[in-house]
């Protein structure tokens, strides 16, 4: 007896051996997934969970700044000498930044030892003129008559340094003793630097006992000053200037009210200056506030 198989589409459903391989996939896609989750049904993550790592990445990103401006602190301070340097070599001439203790004599001092044959004074109020210096620096009046120049243009250390650098060409020097606060020698190089590249300079810090190294870590009024110096030197590095440098041409001079009250007139001690190099020791100089 022979039993006759019913045919394939008796019962509404296809055998896999009949199924073409299109119906195939089309019953696989029908098929519910069961072994694994669709990532479309995967939970949206909390809000806050975003916000934390916001704040998280803020928060490290503030240490590393401060890491790296206290790193880079300390790196400026160790630029600033700590004495006045025993012996510095001559060069053509000589310019001193105005704006600190000691500056002034102590670079007329260098110019009566033969250190330069000329020196320039930049960034000297205009009320400032050569018969105050005479009265001041009697001892070395000589040297105000033949040797030295004073500098009216400069407002500020770029100033200073543009200042400097016409007159240099102007007298043809090719090197020069630079003499500055010890917290301002380095920017003041920098901005020199700059200013005349084919001319040597010759650095020469005047120190004071405020500004040694065992002194100004505990002294906040010190700290405070190069720290803001510090600040001064990376926006001079990266070429911020937001104040003028020079007064121009058809600009009135900077105010000059009278002597004993004006800001930036120079003043000196009238402290005798001897000319020879092995009794010299630098007076004070001071700009008035």
């Known amino acids: 007896m022979r039993f006759s198989s019913p045919p394939p589409h008796s019962t509404g459903i296809l055998s896999p051996m009949t199924m073409s391989n299109t119906e195939r996939r089309t019953v696989r896609r029908s098929k519910p997934a069961t072994g694994r989750a669709s990532t479309r049904e995967r939970p949206p993550g909390r809000p806050h969970s975003l916000l934390r790592r916001l704040v998280i990445a803020l928060v490290l990103l503030t240490g590393l700044a401060g890491v790296a401006g206290a790193a880079g602190f300390l790196a400026f301070t160790a630029q600033i000498a700590a004495r006045e340097p025993a012996a ?48 001041a620096l009697p001892d070395v009046e000589h ?59 010759v650095s020469y810090p005047v120190v004071t006992t405020r500004t040694q190294p065992e002194s100004w870590w505990s002294d906040p009024g010190t700290l405070k000053l190069l720290v803001k110096e510090y600040l001064k030197f990376i926006m001079a590095t990266v070429k911020i200037r937001p104040a003028q440098a020079v007064a121009g041409a058809g600009e009135a001079p900077r105010p000059a009210p009278p002597v004993s009250v004006a800001p930036a007139t120079l003043r000196i001690t009238p402290t005798p200056i001897p000319t020879t190099g092995a009794a010299f020791r630098p007076a004070e100089a001071r700009l008035s506030p």
């Open 143 to 201: 040297l105000l008559g033949c040797c030295i120049d004073l500098g009216h243009k400069a407002l500020n250390t770029r100033g200073n340094a543009l200042e400097a650098a016409e007159w240099a060409r102007e007298k043809r020097f090719r090197s020069l003793v630079v003499v500055t606060s010890s917290w301002h020698m380095p920017r003041a190089m920098m901005e020199l630097g700059r200013a005349l590249p084919d001319v040597e300079l």
């Open 88 to 135: 510095v070599r001559s060069a053509d001439a000589i310019v001193v930044l105005t704006g600190g203790p000691s500056r002034i004599v102590d670079a007329v001092g260098l110019l009566a030892d033969g250190r330069g044959r000329r020196l320039l004074i930049t960034g000297v109020n205009p009320a400032t003129t050569s018969d105050e210096m005479r009265r």
